[in-house]
Nanobody
């Protein structure tokens, strides 16, 4: 099992930046997939950014709506995944969840609120 704890959410004006962090309870080096989802009020949870590690390569995926503005990164030594969010828009307002998948099991953090004012 792995526990995930997010931090770094808050209120920011449009055009501003925030950096989210996700601390895992153990090593993330071998986890198959780790990244971020978000859920806005009245909407389904959606993928934001994800590292997917296969047997040969590691793939990074971003939602089209955040490409060029958000950057996902990982620090394996600190068991941490970050999401740098720049040029934030009001439509980025949501609860952001850290996610990990290993051995067929899904793990979620408790979420952190991001609010972007216009």
């Amino acid at each position: 099992q792995v526990q995930l704890v997010e931090s770094g959410g808050g209120l920011v004006q449009a055009g501003g930046s925030l950096r989210l962090s996700c601390a895992a309870s153990r090593s993330i080096f071998s986890i198959n997939a780790v990244g971020w989802y978000r859920q806005a009020p009245g909407k389904q949870r959606e993928l934001v950014a994800m590292f997917t590690t296969g047997s040969i390569v590691s793939i990074t995926n971003y939602a089209d709506s955040v490409k060029g503005r958000f950057t996902i990164s990982r620090d394996n030594a600190k068991n941490t995944v970050h999401l740098q969010m720049n040029s934030l828009k009001p439509e980025d307002t949501a609860i952001y969840y850290c996610y990990a998948r290993e051995a067929g099991k899904d793990y979620w953090g408790q979420g952190t609120q991001v609010t972007v004012s216009s």
